[in-house]
């Protein structure tokens, strides 16, 4: 299937490793253009090297914080300067700590709250301008399978993440009329480095092991397994699509049929 992504231009956030760079290594792959982010330099580096060397296309790396919304508008500005254009921009951002209510302060609520909810709509407003005078963009957010199936132990992503996904269904009809979709795509357990920080927090406080924490998830899992992050960024490059083009304002799964629920 032609994607129909030849040449386009597509900002991916907190690609250095886990889901967004499976996501930045698939649309590479489709020949788009990549301006990609990350906090660490190093894995950010390795990212961008390994993918300009694997599929030729150009590749941007900025290093960046985005719960620091003038860091938001660093990597905004660099791609408008180096590309002239952001037509698909992929929100992603490292999970907020675990833990259940009384654990966390009002700071950590507040960073939660930058980290992945005000960076969504800063990325957002960076980039919708250019779309709608192009009539033609895609937005996709990284969100979880907690937004319609609340995991337990995880208040701080389970309400941020709900609240992308209500900012998300709003904007979708709202620049439809212009080319625009706006989707979410939910993760469910996915072979990342989150997942495994995740399996060793649950493990010290249940005091199981890691092995264990896992093979519960994959008893809960339809598929008995964990997903691949390949997987989950070749949903990503469809919604990214030409051919994706009457999909907006849903929240897709990518889970293995673990959430439960009719809608």
């Given at each position: 299937?032609?994607?129909?992504?030849?040449?386009?231009?597509?900002?991916?956030?907190?690609?250095?490793?886990?889901?967004?760079?499976?996501?930045?290594?698939?649309?590479?792959?489709?020949?788009?253009?990549?301006?990609?982010?990350?906090?660490?330099?190093?894995?950010?580096?390795?990212?961008?090297?390994?993918?300009?060397?694997?599929?030729?296309?150009?590749?941007?790396?900025?290093?960046?914080?985005?719960?620091?919304?003038?860091?938001?508008?660093?990597?905004?500005?660099?791609?408008?300067?180096?590309?002239?254009?952001?037509?698909?921009?992929?929100?992603?951002?490292?999970?907020?700590?675990?833990?259940?209510?009384?654990?966390?302060?009002?700071?950590?609520?507040?960073?939660?709250?930058?980290?992945?909810?005000?960076?969504?709509?800063e990325l957002t407003r960076a980039v919708l301008p250019g779309m709608k005078e192009r009539r033609w963009g895609r937005i996709i957010n990284v969100t979880s399978i907690a937004v319609k199936q609340p995991v337990d132990n995880l208040i701080l992503s389970n309400s941020v993440r709900a609240a992308v996904t209500g900012f998300a269904r709003t904007l979708a009809n709202e620049v439809a009329p212009f080319g625009i979709t706006v989707n979410n795509v939910m993760p469910g357990y996915t072979r990342t480095q989150r997942v495994e920080e995740l399996a060793q927090r649950n493990a010290s406080l249940k005091g199981t092991t890691p092995e264990a924490e896992r093979a519960v998830w994959e008893g809960q899992i339809p598929m008995a397994r964990l997903g691949e992050p390949a997987e989950f960024a070749a949903m990503v490059a469809f919604l990214a699509s030409e051919r994706a083009s009457y999909t907006t304002g849903a929240s897709i799964p990518v889970d293995g049929g673990w959430i439960r629920g009719l809608l």
């Open positions: 299937m032609d994607l129909g992504l030849a040449g386009k231009i597509a900002l991916v956030a907190a690609a250095s490793r886990g889901l967004g760079r499976a996501v930045a290594e698939e649309l590479s792959r489709e020949g788009v253009h990549l301006i990609i982010c990350a906090r660490g330099a190093g894995a950010l580096r390795e990212t961008a090297e390994s993918i300009r060397a694997a599929t030729g296309v150009r590749v941007v790396d900025v290093v960046a914080d985005l719960s620091e919304p003038a860091d938001v508008a660093r990597v905004a500005e660099r791609a408008l300067a180096e590309f002239g254009r952001v037509d698909v921009l992929v929100t992603n951002g490292g999970g907020p700590p675990a833990g259940p209510f009384e654990n966390h302060s009002a700071e950590a609520w507040q960073a939660a709250i930058r980290q992945n909810l005000l960076s969504v709509v």
